[in-house]
């Protein structure tokens, strides 16, 4: 018995490998899968327009003032926190201002997964 080491359970002899030749077997033994990647560029490239199209319509669309929509894009929302990305410094001054004027409290009460909102220049 080379290579194995006996073990005493209950009265019953039996043979055990070491623990890192065990998995050396279970990594001979083991085939790995081909991933099939001829598909992955054609789905990102058909995605793309959807995702814009949900992040311009979807959450912005009646939650903000009409004047400050057409410069914010929504990037993420996730953890109850909103992130909503300004196309310009100057827009992103405009966002905050209305958010800190009361428009924070209303996004959260128009929809109750939104804890905090973030803004961002894109």
Not at 76 to 86: K, S
Not at 96 to 107: A, K
Request: glycine share 10%; aromatic share 4%; hydrophobic share 45%.
């Amino acid at each position: 018995m080379t290579g194995l080491r006996s073990c005493r359970s209950a009265g019953v002899r039996f043979a055990m490998r070491p623990p890192l030749q065990q998995i050396n077997v279970y990594r001979a033994t083991r085939v790995p899968l081909q991933r099939d990647l001829s598909l992955g560029g054609v789905i990102d490239a058909a995605l793309v327009p959807a995702r814009d199209a949900i992040k311009a319509a979807g959450v912005i669309d009646g939650l903000l003032p009409p004047d400050i929509a057409r410069h914010v894009a929504t990037s993420t929302l996730a953890r109850g926190t909103l992130t909503l990305v300004a196309s310009s410094a100057a827009s992103a001054h405009v966002l905050s201002g209305w958010l800190r004027g009361g428009g924070e409290m209303f996004i959260r009460t128009k929809m109750s997964r939104v804890k905090k909102v973030r803004t961002q220049i894109h």
